[in-house]
């Protein structure tokens, strides 16, 4: 009973590090339609940029985050401007090429500037502390990144649904041009949506530095883990991701325990499963 | 200078006309992609070697021509293998850092008279492949071997060995089993976990209900170690005094920064440390760090690099710089010297290397930096792998 | 020929053999001309028409049935593997017979990733196709004794070609053996696809729903497709396996798929012609820039695809025909 407990715990931390870091990709693809294979460049942006922050000037956790979201998403400023403005509405798989094609000069320019050394990112002593639930230790950054998760959660849902710029969103998303017609102006739309999408990568990739450690291939080492997650929950679905995220961090965790020796197959058997019965993800709608 | 000024003289007695040549040396290996550390440091071993020792042997200038394979490739490796041979017309194939593409390599060696050093793939096959294989770096069996002792002697009588799913991985595993088991211990368990794992819970779980009171690791460097060796702390088991025991490969010194406070303690066995204490290590530290720029990213391959430059130095003066694979290869067969890791020899049934392997313990030097503490030497070891294949 | 007094239909069928004749005759040209620029660097070419069959096979169901998969290098392993396998553990080394072995995995690895992949669409799709690799690749890590594991097949030692050409240090054998495979798949995979069968490939790529109310079988013809596009990937394996006489895992990646995928989306998908350019560009680019500079050479390779979608949006040979075609309508 209390093993069972204990991977349930597991289960649910690594869900959860996994929804932080792909919702923001869950946010392009689903509402905005470009295939960004680049949000795990844009992940190791935000962790390059908090682990100087933190550990080479020394400053803050808390400080160091928002510095590296602000960052990312100033970095990524030009970058939608000048490349994906160019993409949105274009064949997926042109998309495919455009965001390869940044990935590769992103971890080429971190290999040259920062190195090929893994780099951490300090946190403070209060996330370091393990504790204790009665059966077992976990770490506080495990429950911290669980309520990120949480946070982040409810407030996107709360952005999306229940305010004006949601409505905007979404009805960009659904038609555009009819948008347009209607006053609402679609470029500021994407723009916005863009950068909260990258800062939500930034911040994925900081809060989940503790277990995929910031280095220059992270932003090609975890791509696939990242699009499986979203398009099993169904692209744009917050609700969606976030069980595809739970449910797979649980199949994953509880295959790696029972037989670590064929855990990858469980992880993409249960893929396949997934997608089998529900062809269009979890919270897919019909086109 | 005496031996170089004699080389050069026997050159000039065999050759008849000692004319300077261009000896190109075709290096292979991981310069870019998730393994570009380890390319790093193959180029600065061989940049250390060459500033030390100058770029010439005799009269022949000495050039290196690197090429990419940035993940295990064996069919890329073999491709640029056969670019050099036949249009750079390089003398000697070095490098590889992966066994597949030190395999794939080995069936042109014959063919195109061309000894090949390998600076670092660990598994024991490759020397069997083909008679111009010298090998400068280690195996897996060779550094994993002494560690079962080790675990022994200190007082663990039941392991868990827990490895990578792959070649090296398993290399490891049937090593320490094989050992520990020699020494009367028993591995209660033994688990091989993908090599794409990112989260290592649900294994620390498996280590604290298989009762066992130590456990034996392997994984390659790079990013997963990291996640391992947290994970071992966070879950409680370093607490639970339950020991930690690994070939080197885990606490490389370039990941030694970011594994910080959580390696403290860590004891593993290896061929080389950074911090050896010697007169030919410091010298050699001194050079690749100024070669890599960064001296903190320094480690293993970049000795085994350095090494396999002075076998190829040690040919090229042999055979006086004209291309001669078998004369090559058997001048350097019982070749002794003292390598920054210490004194070492090329096997010469084997043409592995034969070195100390050191165990060392993860310790925190006075000005905060991390290092691999050496405080037990293994003498002259040789490969196991290759007798425990038979 | 008096093609030019027959029926329209006809001359319309002699057009397109000119045309093919033409493909052909420029495939050779090149080849020939690789041959005699780059006497020394054969192993490469080698490697490039290898892959040229894997994009080629892509392109039959990316490119024409509208299928997005990250997952093509599965059948491409399956074609190095199965021809790999045969001559190491059972025998097999004629060439020809590794060839034949090859194509046969190759088709049979189609049919059951069709199978499981045609299953969804979109992203969904995608992603069964990324599990399908992963699965591929833990399989042939796991069956060690069969394939090696991570330290790669070997042992294979082809005969020599037709009991008379070796496989040499020179490559020249595998060379010429490669550039007619490629030259025989690309005259094959021609009439293919302009065949009914072909038409309605690429009837289902624009409008499924329409396909099947006149009554086309569009998962039976799709699975079709798929074994054939296996067959024509898992020759390129074969022909890897007995250039290079090694099989490592890399031949069943993701990396090896997501490659494949950007090669034919560089030399524009939908035309076995793109395919064939974009494989050629992309390979000779990363040959060229990862030799200028093995440590930085991805920055530049990223520039390039960057540089592809802002100036050649259809893929270089799209955007190349586009061109022609402007420059055709504009003269008088």
């Given at each position: 009973?209390q093993?069972?407990?204990?991977?349930?715990?597991?289960?649910?931390?690594?869900?959860?590090?996994?929804?932080?870091i792909?919702?923001?990709?869950?946010v392009?693809?689903?509402?905005?339609r470009?295939?960004?294979?680049?949000?795990?460049?844009?992940?190791?942006?935000?962790?390059?940029?908090?682990?100087?922050?933190?550990?080479d000037?020394?400053?803050?956790y808390?400080?160091a985050?928002?510095?590296?979201?602000?960052?990312?998403?100033?970095?990524?400023?030009?970058?939608?401007?000048?490349?994906?403005?160019?993409?949105?509405?274009q064949?997926?798989?042109?998309?495919?090429?455009?965001?390869?094609?940044?990935?590769?000069?992103?971890?080429?320019?971190?290999?040259?500037?920062?190195?090929?050394?893994?780099k951490?990112?300090?946190?403070?002593?209060?996330?370091?502390?393990?504790?204790?639930?009665?059966?077992?230790?976990?770490?506080?950054?495990?429950?911290?990144?669980?309520?990120?998760?949480?946070?982040?959660?409810?407030?996107?849902?709360?952005?999306?649904?229940?305010?004006?710029?949601?409505?905007?969103?979404?009805?960009?998303?659904?038609?555009?041009?009819?948008a347009?017609?209607?006053?609402?102006?679609t470029?500021?739309?994407?723009?916005?949506?863009?950068?909260?999408a990258?800062?939500?990568a930034?911040?994925?990739g900081?809060?989940?530095?503790?277990?995929?450690?910031?280095?220059?291939?992270?932003?090609?080492?975890?791509?696939?883990?990242?699009?499986?997650?979203?398009?099993?929950?169904?692209?744009?679905?917050?609700?969606?991701?976030?069980?595809?995220?739970?449910?797979?961090?649980?199949?994953?965790?509880?295959?790696?325990?029972?037989?670590?020796?064929?855990?990858?197959f469980?992880?993409?058997?249960?893929?396949?499963?997934?997608?089998?019965?529900?062809?269009?993800?979890?919270?897919?709608?019909?086109? | 200078?005496?031996?170089?000024a004699?080389?050069?003289?026997?050159a000039?007695?065999?050759?008849?006309?000692?004319?300077?040549?261009?000896?190109?040396?075709?290096?292979?290996?991981?310069?870019?992609?998730?393994?570009?550390?380890?390319?790093?440091n193959?180029?600065?071993?061989?940049?250390?070697?060459?500033?030390l020792?100058?770029?010439?042997?005799?009269?022949?200038?000495?050039?290196?021509?690197?090429?990419?394979?940035?993940?295990?490739?064996?069919?890329?490796?073999?491709?640029?293998?056969?670019?050099?041979?036949?249009?750079?017309?390089?003398?000697?194939?070095?490098?590889?850092?992966?066994?597949?593409?030190?395999?794939?390599?080995?069936?042109?060696?014959?063919?195109?008279?061309?000894p090949?050093?390998?600076?670092?793939?660990?598994?024991?096959?490759?020397?069997?492949?083909?008679?111009?294989?010298?090998?400068?770096?280690?195996?897996?069996?060779?550094?994993?071997?002494?560690?079962?002792?080790?675990?022994?002697?200190?007082?663990?009588?039941?392991?868990?060995?827990?490895?990578s799913?792959?070649?090296?991985?398993?290399d490891?595993?049937?090593?320490?089993?094989a050992?520990f088991?020699?020494?009367?211990?028993?591995?209660?368990?033994a688990?091989?976990?993908?090599?794409?794992?990112?989260?290592?819970?649900?294994?620390?779980?498996?280590?604290?209900?298989?009762?066992?009171?130590?456990v034996?690791?392997?994984?390659?460097?790079?990013?997963?170690?990291?996640?391992?060796?947290?994970?071992?702390?966070?879950?409680?088991?370093?607490?639970?005094?339950?020991?930690?025991?690994?070939?080197?490969?885990?606490?490389?010194?370039?990941?030694?920064p970011?594994?910080?406070?959580?390696?403290?303690?860590?004891?593993?066995?290896?061929?080389?440390?950074?911090?050896?204490?010697?007169?030919?290590?410091?010298?050699?530290?001194?050079?690749?760090?100024?070669?890599?720029?960064?001296?903190?990213?320094?480690?293993?391959?970049a000795?085994?690099?350095?090494?396999?430059?002075?076998?190829?130095?040690?040919?090229?003066?042999?055979?006086?710089?004209?291309?001669?694979?078998?004369?090559?290869?058997?001048?350097?067969?019982?070749?002794?010297?003292?390598?920054?890791?210490?004194?070492?020899?090329?096997?010469?049934?084997?043409?592995?290397?034969?070195?100390?392997?050191?165990?060392?313990?993860?310790?925190?030097?006075?000005?905060?930096?991390?290092?691999?503490?050496?405080?037990?030497?293994?003498?002259?070891?040789?490969?196991?792998?290759?007798?425990?294949?038979? | 020929?008096?093609?030019?007094?027959?029926?329209?239909?006809?001359?319309?069928?002699?057009g397109?053999?000119?045309?093919?004749?033409?493909?052909v005759l420029?495939?050779?040209?090149?080849?020939?001309?690789?041959?005699?620029?780059?006497?020394?660097?054969?192993?490469?070419?080698?490697?490039?028409?290898?892959?040229?069959?894997?994009?080629?096979?892509?392109?039959?169901?990316?490119?024409?049935?509208?299928?997005?998969?990250?997952?093509?290098?599965?059948?491409?392993?399956?074609?190095?593997?199965?021809?790999?396998?045969?001559a190491?553990?059972?025998?097999?080394?004629?060439?020809?017979?590794?060839?034949?072995?090859?194509?046969?995995?190759?088709?049979?690895?189609?049919?059951v990733?069709?199978?499981?992949?045609l299953?969804?669409?979109?992203?969904?799709?995608?992603?069964?196709?990324?599990?399908?690799?992963h699965?591929?690749?833990e399989?042939?890590?796991?069956?060690?004794?069969?394939?090696?594991?991570?330290?790669?097949l070997?042992?294979?030692?082809?005969?020599?070609?037709?009991?008379?050409?070796?496989?040499?240090?020179?490559?020249?054998t595998?060379?010429?053996?490669?550039?007619?495979?490629?030259?025989?798949?690309?005259?094959?995979?021609?009439?293919?696809?302009?065949?009914?069968f072909?038409?309605?490939?690429?009837?289902?790529?624009?409008?499924?729903?329409?396909?099947r109310?006149?009554g086309?079988?569009?998962?039976?013809?799709?699975?079709?497709?798929?074994?054939?596009?296996?067959?024509?990937?898992?020759?390129?394996?074969?022909l890897?396996?007995?250039?290079?006489?090694v099989?490592?895992l890399?031949?069943?990646?993701?990396?090896?798929s997501?490659?494949a995928?950007v090669?034919?989306?560089?030399?524009?998908?939908?035309?076995?012609?793109?395919?064939l350019?974009?494989?050629?560009?992309?390979?000779?680019?990363?040959?060229?820039?990862?030799?200028?500079?093995?440590?930085?050479?991805l920055?530049?390779?990223?520039?390039?695809?960057?540089?592809?979608?802002?100036?050649?949006?259809?893929?270089?040979?799209?955007?190349?025909?586009?061109?022609?075609?402007?420059r055709?309508?504009?003269?008088?």
């Amino acid at each position: 009973m209390q093993t069972i407990f204990s991977i349930g715990v597991d289960a649910l931390a690594y869900g959860m590090v996994l929804f932080v870091i792909s919702i923001g990709l869950s946010v392009t693809m689903g509402l905005m339609r470009v295939v960004n294979l680049a949000h795990g460049a844009f992940a190791m942006i935000g962790g390059y940029i908090a682990s100087y922050a933190a550990r080479d000037l020394g400053l803050a956790y808390a400080l160091a985050v928002l510095l590296a979201v602000a960052g990312t998403i100033l970095i990524a400023i030009p970058i939608e401007r000048f490349l994906y403005r160019r993409i949105y509405g274009q064949p997926e798989l042109t998309q495919v090429l455009m965001t390869i094609g940044i990935t590769f000069c992103v971890i080429g320019i971190a290999n040259y500037v920062f190195g090929p050394t893994l780099k951490t990112i300090p946190t403070p002593d209060a996330l370091r502390e393990p504790v204790s639930l009665g059966f077992r230790t976990v770490s506080a950054h495990r429950l911290f990144v669980i309520g990120c998760g949480a946070a982040v959660a409810l407030g996107l849902w709360y952005f999306i649904e229940r305010t004006a710029f949601g409505v905007k969103l979404r009805a960009a998303v659904d038609n555009a041009a009819m948008a347009a017609a209607l006053g609402v102006r679609t470029e500021i739309v994407y723009a916005v949506s863009f950068a909260v999408a990258v800062g939500l990568a930034a911040f994925g990739g900081v809060v989940g530095a503790e277990l995929l450690p910031i280095e220059p291939y992270y932003a090609l080492r975890y791509m696939v883990t990242f699009l499986v997650v979203v398009s099993v929950g169904g692209a744009g679905s917050i609700p969606g991701a976030l069980a595809a995220c739970l449910l797979l961090g649980a199949i994953d965790t509880t295959g790696r325990y029972l037989m670590p020796e064929f855990g990858e197959f469980f992880f993409y058997l249960a893929v396949i499963a997934i997608v089998w019965l529900f062809p269009r993800g979890l919270a897919g709608r019909a086109k | 200078m005496k031996k170089l000024a004699f080389a050069a003289l026997a050159a000039a007695l065999m050759g008849g006309v000692a004319h300077a040549d261009t000896i190109k040396v075709g290096v292979i290996g991981p310069f870019s992609g998730p393994f570009a550390l380890q390319g790093k440091n193959f180029k600065a071993g061989i940049d250390a070697y060459m500033a030390l020792n100058g770029n010439t042997v005799g009269d022949d200038t000495v050039e290196i021509i690197y090429r990419d394979v940035p993940t295990a490739d064996p069919a890329q490796s073999k491709a640029l293998s056969q670019e050099l041979v036949v249009k750079e017309g390089v003398q000697y194939l070095a490098g590889f850092y992966f066994t597949p593409d030190a395999m794939a390599a080995t069936p042109l060696l014959e063919q195109a008279n061309v000894p090949m050093i390998v600076m670092n793939a660990a598994t024991s096959a490759i020397v069997t492949k083909s008679p111009y294989v010298v090998r400068t770096s280690f195996t897996t069996w060779q550094t994993s071997t002494p560690i079962a002792k080790v675990a022994f002697d200190g007082g663990a009588k039941k392991i868990i060995s827990v490895v990578s799913d792959y070649g090296p991985g398993i290399d490891a595993e049937a090593a320490f089993k094989a050992g520990f088991e020699k020494a009367g211990g028993e591995v209660v368990e033994a688990i091989r976990m993908p090599l794409q794992t990112n989260d290592f819970s649900p294994i620390m779980q498996r280590i604290k209900d298989s009762g066992a009171d130590g456990v034996f690791a392997f994984l390659p460097s790079g990013p997963t170690t990291l996640g391992f060796v947290k994970a071992f702390n966070e879950n409680g088991l370093k607490d639970a005094g339950i020991k930690f025991f690994a070939p080197g490969d885990l606490t490389q010194e370039s990941d030694l920064p970011a594994l910080g406070e959580a390696a403290l303690g860590l004891t593993t066995t290896f061929h080389y440390a950074v911090s050896h204490d010697s007169p030919e290590n410091k010298k050699f530290v001194e050079a690749a760090g100024k070669a890599i720029g960064n001296p903190a990213e320094l480690s293993f391959p970049a000795v085994g690099a350095y090494d396999g430059m002075h076998v190829i130095y040690k040919m090229i003066e042999a055979t006086g710089g004209e291309q001669d694979a078998a004369k090559a290869v058997e001048a350097v067969k019982g070749l002794a010297w003292e390598s920054p890791r210490g004194p070492v020899s090329i096997d010469p049934e084997t043409r592995h290397i034969t070195q100390n392997i050191y165990l060392r313990e993860v310790a925190k030097a006075a000005d905060g930096t991390y290092y691999n503490k050496e405080i037990q030497t293994f003498e002259k070891q040789g490969d196991p792998g290759l007798e425990a294949a038979k | 020929m008096a093609l030019t007094t027959n029926s329209g239909a006809a001359s319309l069928t002699g057009g397109r053999l000119t045309r093919d004749a033409i493909g052909v005759l420029a495939i050779l040209a090149v080849a020939v001309l690789g041959y005699f620029l780059f006497p020394n660097n054969l192993a490469l070419l080698t490697r490039i028409t290898a892959i040229a069959l894997l994009v080629l096979s892509l392109d039959l169901v990316t490119g024409y049935c509208g299928v997005a998969t990250l997952g093509h290098a599965a059948l491409f392993g399956a074609g190095a593997y199965g021809a790999g396998i045969a001559a190491a553990h059972f025998g097999i080394t004629d060439p020809i017979a590794m060839l034949a072995a090859g194509i046969l995995a190759g088709a049979l690895a189609g049919l059951v990733s069709g199978a499981v992949v045609l299953r969804a669409h979109g992203l969904p799709q995608l992603v069964l196709s990324i599990a399908i690799i992963h699965l591929a690749h833990e399989a042939a890590n796991k069956a060690s004794g069969w394939t090696g594991g991570s330290d790669g097949l070997a042992g294979i030692t082809p005969d020599a070609l037709l009991g008379h050409w070796q496989f040499d240090l020179w490559g020249r054998t595998a060379y010429v053996f490669g550039i007619v495979l490629l030259v025989l798949a690309f005259v094959i995979l021609r009439q293919i696809v302009r065949s009914p069968f072909g038409m309605l490939c690429r009837g289902i790529r624009q409008d499924p729903v329409r396909v099947r109310a006149m009554g086309g079988s569009v998962h039976g013809t799709l699975v079709k497709m798929y074994a054939i596009s296996g067959a024509v990937a898992g020759a390129g394996g074969a022909l890897n396996a007995i250039s290079t006489q090694v099989v490592g895992l890399d031949s069943l990646s993701f990396t090896l798929s997501a490659e494949a995928l950007v090669m034919l989306v560089l030399g524009g998908t939908g035309s076995l012609y793109g395919a064939l350019i974009g494989t050629a560009a992309f390979m000779w680019f990363e040959d060229v820039v990862s030799a200028a500079n093995p440590f930085h050479w991805l920055t530049i390779v990223g520039a390039l695809l960057i540089a592809v979608v802002l100036f050649a949006p259809k893929g270089l040979y799209g955007s190349l025909a586009a061109v022609f075609e402007r420059r055709g309508r504009k003269a008088p």
